[in-house]
């Protein structure tokens, strides 16, 4: 809170769950008044379109987001997301415009929707209600005390940390959050800095940033137990830190211990994804087994997830190939994805970026001049 030094706007922050409970309980009337008009009104013909439009209002909020709920809790698979409740956020205010409309009372219409459209512009600015991530905050206090020189501190974007909330939080400007998208990423990182014998006498250590909850729901795994199960017999000590709140927040610690010998260690994605497929997918497969090899051992860096679980991880994951170097094989994958979504504009700037940096350049200005001559927003 103190990257906010205005007192009004601390106090509105802190006190931000009163308009969510004003809102909770004017839904509840609303929900309540439109039913007992139902009730009252339901043998009336002259209010019959009034009647249907009311009660197909009520099915768009229930419907799609339970049916899908109850699939999900009846097959046990993962086909439901708990965000897709926010897209009922929009029905919510349309429920009680139709209940402040049914009202007889002119002045009680006129005093209910001015405090709606008031409490409307109110939860419009939740977008900067920071206090909502208090295991954020934690988390970067604990890494902004703890983090030494010389050590790697792992961003891991697989669920809803891609938007790098810690950035709000951040105080320290010696270190920084490397974004990165498998538990096989992690283990090379580690490996790579505990091998590194310039650094080899101050003991740095690895720090990993990771949310579980959507890896747990989806997958069923835990990705802090994975590290543990193949990291902790092999010399690298693994501490872990938990800061429970919205999204099931770690930070894990990897340490060289004395009986750590440099090796190969493979830990398994979160899903079973068949490289040799993704391969095929992604029109990277050759007849040079040795090149196929190296192409599935980057795969198996970036590719934890297939298909993602944001379109938006996409841009990441092929962001950080191209950061890293790997350009030929990104150049590939976004030419595939491209074809198979030809209105994913954004991976059509990540290709023509691609050629350009591999010095196609005539190719490249090809794919910008017909991207922005497209109509995108």
């Known amino acids: 809170m103190d990257i906010i030094s205005n007192r009004f706007w601390q106090f509105l922050i802190h006190n931000?769950?009163?308009?969510?409970?004003i809102l909770l309980l004017l839904i509840i009337l609303s929900f309540l008044g439109l039913l007992f008009y139902l009730l009252k009104n339901r043998k009336k013909e002259q209010i019959e379109d009034k009647y249907n439009a009311i009660i197909f209002l009520l099915y768009l909020f229930f419907g799609p987001a339970i049916f899908f709920l109850l699939l999900r809790i009846i097959t046990n698979q993962s086909i439901f997301l708990p965000l897709y409740f926010y897209y009922i956020y929009a029905f919510i205010y349309l429920i009680i415009s139709v209940f402040i409309f049914s009202l007889r009372n002119v002045k009680w219409r006129w005093v209910i929707g001015i405090s709606l459209v008031l409490l409307f512009i109110t939860q419009c600015l939740g977008v900067i209600n920071f206090v909502c991530r208090p295991d954020y905050q934690k988390a970067v206090t604990y890494l902004d005390e703890n983090?030494?020189?010389?050590?790697?501190?792992?961003?891991?974007?697989?669920?809803?940390?891609?938007?790098?909330?810690?950035?709000?939080y951040k105080k320290r400007n010696d270190y920084h959050l490397t974004p990165i998208f498998s538990l096989q990423a992690v283990v090379d990182h580690t490996i790579n800095k505990f091998t590194d014998t310039a650094i080899s006498d101050n003991n740095p250590a690895v720090w990993v940033f990771i949310e579980t909850t959507f890896i747990t729901w989806f997958f069923h795994?835990?990705?802090?137990?994975?590290?543990?199960?193949?990291?902790?017999?092999?010399?690298?000590?693994?501490?872990?830190?938990?800061?429970?709140?919205?999204?099931?927040?770690?930070?894990?610690?990897?340490?060289?211990?004395?009986?750590?010998?440099?090796?190969?260690?493979?830990i398994p994605s979160f899903q079973l994804l068949d490289y040799e497929k993704l391969l095929l997918e992604f029109n990277l497969s050759t007849k040079d087994e040795k090149e196929n090899l190296?192409?599935?051992?980057?795969?198996?860096?970036?590719?934890?997830?297939?298909?993602?679980?944001?379109?938006?991880?996409?841009?990441?994951?092929?962001?950080?190939?191209?950061?890293?170097?790997?350009?030929?094989?990104?150049?590939?994958?976004t030419k595939e994805?491209?074809?198979?979504?030809?209105e994913f504009y954004h991976?059509?700037?990540?290709?023509?970026?691609?050629?350009?940096?591999?010095?196609?350049?005539?190719?490249?200005?090809?794919?910008?001049?017909?991207?922005?001559?497209?109509?995108i927003i």
């Open 16 to 21: 931000w769950f009163v308009f969510d409970y």
């Open 147 to 168: 983090v030494k020189i010389g050590d790697e501190v792992l961003d891991l974007q697989v669920g809803a940390n891609v938007f790098e909330t810690w950035k709000i």
């Open 221 to 266: 795994v835990d990705p802090t137990y994975m590290l543990v199960e193949n990291l902790s017999h092999k010399g690298i000590k693994v501490n872990i830190k938990h800061f429970p709140e919205a999204f099931n927040l770690y930070i894990v610690k990897l340490e060289k211990q004395q009986d750590y010998v440099p090796q190969s260690i493979q």
């Open 294 to 333: 190296r192409k599935s051992e980057i795969l198996k860096r970036y590719f934890a997830i297939w298909p993602p679980l944001y379109s938006y991880n996409s841009i990441l994951v092929l962001g950080s190939m191209i950061k890293n170097g790997e350009i030929e094989v990104a150049e590939n994958i």
């Open 337 to 342: 994805l491209y074809k198979k979504n030809p």
């Open 347 to 375: 991976i059509k700037f990540l290709y023509g970026l691609c050629l350009f940096l591999n010095k196609k350049y005539s190719e490249a200005d090809e794919e910008m001049k017909s991207l922005f001559e497209e109509s």
